[in-house]
């Protein structure tokens, strides 16, 4: 015990030398403006909170000292007792000029220092007002198809935006501006979505050469289509003409994603990995592996995968899987079967070897039945270190068609008292800068609270990795979810706190564009922005492709787009 509060007290010290080594390097001398913080906590997140409340009063010309509690102006007191903050939840009061940010974990005190930030950028140091803030969807989280790499892909991998990209996804300096805006924008779950991971990310015990070394992508002159059900990404012409982006050992790469894990967390994010089955891109003949349901040494290699996942990545949340898309002719129980022999196993396996490890296992409710999986996964739903939730696409593939969804009630009876995480796809715009408030805010609203453990929002088709269509790019380019700021903001912060009212939208307007009338330009964008509500739940099609707004990709699916109506 002694031992564990001297290094908390040297990490404490260290923290404070950050601390003034920040205030140095802001060049503070006792004749400058000056404001005083306090925290006795040195988590990461609350550190991250205060850089951003460092650059703020830089640009208000103010410096930021760290001093004892009695002095500070700014204090972050953590009280995990405290019933009316809840987790990631957060309390600002004021006495006098005085400001103290208190939270029941670290988690909150970020999210209620980024608030106070924002405050007061838009206002200054007295325009911050007293709030209880409390999320209202526990998970709110991103959808990423990843392409790792042209040996592993996802389902976005023949596409510009997918080869452009593979090599960001080892970038480091991406992922950490990724996941700070993540943090910004109040979400707290990453997952990514491939076909087949495991080769780009493990060395499986017993499957060891099924590991790939360095980062390829194909240097094929690439067909303008491509089968959207998986099929034909790893094709003989692709796999043929390498070119090495990367080299790197898988040694490396499994460094490499331990780090970006471990960033995230120190961001409150949790990190996923889900699939789509059965995939073996990567791992194909390899020791006999197949995309055979019925092949023994398939099921083998997958269980021990999914274990593997586990071992070799301690910040892993959790895992997600499909069971379909590559399954056809086989039924439900069959599907399941599989399933609970490779993932839910895999899962069990390291529960069993790792006792004190929290996992959480998402089963897509897709291409099968709820009743079922329930029945055949109760092993994993009576595990008290598993948590099972389903996952439901609750809008399709268009989250911008209607604030009111009709196509999950049938499933909300199924899932009895189990819980779902809600797929929010947005298939509808990819270019355009999207941004409707009062739509995300309605929509989230709709979503049936009690049985949801949050959502997760993304695109099939495009890679919000970093942008590659701006004429005169910044350098290096922004990532996506910079330059579509409003959109993943939004969509952010509403699942946390719906109640964020239009006035801080048009503020924050204000604060980014100054020349402009923050006012006016949020009702001009969001005006603009239901134009694609109103054609997509008019002109109806609920898969990728199929909606009037998104481009076909040629005449002839222009000609088979499923058409109908939404009321």
């Given at each position: 015990m002694q031992r564990m509060r001297h290094n908390r007290n040297i990490r404490y010290v260290i923290f404070q030398v950050f601390i003034l080594q920040m205030v140095l390097f802001f060049g503070c001398?006792?004749?400058?403006?000056?404001?005083?913080?306090?925290?006795?906590?040195?988590s990461p997140q609350i550190q991250f909170t205060i850089d951003e409340l460092a650059i703020v009063f830089k640009e208000k010309h103010v410096n930021l000292v760290f001093s004892n509690s009695e002095d500070a102006d700014i204090q972050f007191t953590?009280?995990?007792?405290?019933?009316?903050?809840?987790?990631?939840?957060f309390r600002i009061n004021k006495d006098d000029d005085r400001i103290n940010i208190m939270a029941s974990d670290e988690a909150g005190a970020m999210y209620g220092g980024l608030e106070v930030a924002e405050q007061i950028k838009i206002s200054g140091l007295k325009g911050v007002t007293e709030q209880v803030q409390n999320p209202y969807m526990e998970r709110r989280g991103t959808k990423f198809n990843i392409p790792l790499d042209v040996r592993t892909p996802s389902y976005t991998d023949v596409s510009d935006v997918a080869q452009k990209n593979i090599a960001e996804m080892w970038n480091f300096d991406f992922w950490k501006e990724y996941i700070d805006n993540l943090a910004k924008y109040r979400y707290n779950y990453f997952s990514l979505w491939s076909l087949h991971p495991f080769?780009?990310?493990?060395?499986?015990?017993?499957?060891?050469?099924?590991?790939?070394?360095?980062v390829q992508r194909s240097t094929v002159k690439w067909k303008e289509n491509y089968s959207t059900d998986g099929h034909g990404f790893c094709a003989p012409e692709i796999l043929a003409n390498p070119e090495i982006l990367i080299k790197i050992s898988m040694d490396e790469k499994i460094k490499f994603w331990q780090k970006v894990m471990l960033y995230a967390k120190n961001r409150n994010i949790d990190f996923y990995v889900v699939t789509w089955n059965i995939f073996v891109h990567g791992a194909k003949d390899k020791y006999g592996i197949t995309d055979d349901i019925d092949n023994p040494i398939t099921k083998d290699y997958f269980r021990k995968s999914i274990k593997q996942m586990f071992v070799t990545y301690p910040d892993l949340g959790g895992v997600g899987l499909t069971t379909g898309e590559n399954m056809y002719g086989h039924s439900t129980k069959e599907k399941e079967d599989w399933a609970f022999d490779t993932y839910a196993q895999g899962v069990l396996d390291a529960a069993a070897e790792m006792p004190d490890r929290k996992i959480t296992f998402i089963h897509r409710q897709h291409q099968t039945g709820t009743k079922e999986i329930a029945e055949?996964?109760?092993?994993?739903?009576?595990?008290?270190?598993?948590?099972?939730?389903?996952?439901?696409?609750?809008?399709?593939?268009?989250?911008?068609?209607?604030?009111?969804?009709?196509y999950h009630e049938g499933f909300v009876n199924d899932i009895g008292n189990l819980k779902t995480i809600w797929t929010l796809r947005n298939d509808d715009t990819f270019y355009y800068r999207w941004g409707a408030p009062d739509f995300v805010r309605e929509f989230i609203k709709k979503i049936p609270i009690e049985v949801s453990r949050g959502y997760y929002y993304g695109s099939d088709q495009w890679v919000w990795g970093r942008e590659f269509t701006m004429k005169n790019p910044d350098k290096p380019r922004e990532i996506e979810i910079v330059k579509h700021w409003y959109n993943w903001m939004m969509w952010g912060r509403l699942g946390y706190n719906p109640e964020l009212s239009n006035e801080r939208f048009a503020q924050l307007l204000q604060a980014r564009f100054p020349e402009s009338n923050g006012e006016k330009l949020f009702t001009a964008w969001q005006e603009a922005s239901m134009i694609y509500p109103t054609t997509t739940g008019f002109h109806w099609g609920h898969l990728i492709f199929s909606g009037t707004l998104k481009a076909a990709r040629d005449a002839q699916d222009l000609r088979i787009q499923r058409q109908g109506f939404m009321m």
């Open positions: 001398t006792p004749n400058d403006n000056v404001v005083r913080i306090y925290t006795e906590s040195d953590l009280q995990p007792e405290n019933r009316e903050i809840k987790t990631e939840g080769p780009s990310m493990l060395k499986v015990p017993g499957y060891e050469d099924v590991a790939l070394d360095d055949k996964f109760k092993p994993l739903i009576d595990n008290k270190n598993i948590e099972f939730i389903f996952s439901f696409k609750y809008a399709k593939a268009h989250v911008m068609s209607a604030t009111k969804q009709p």
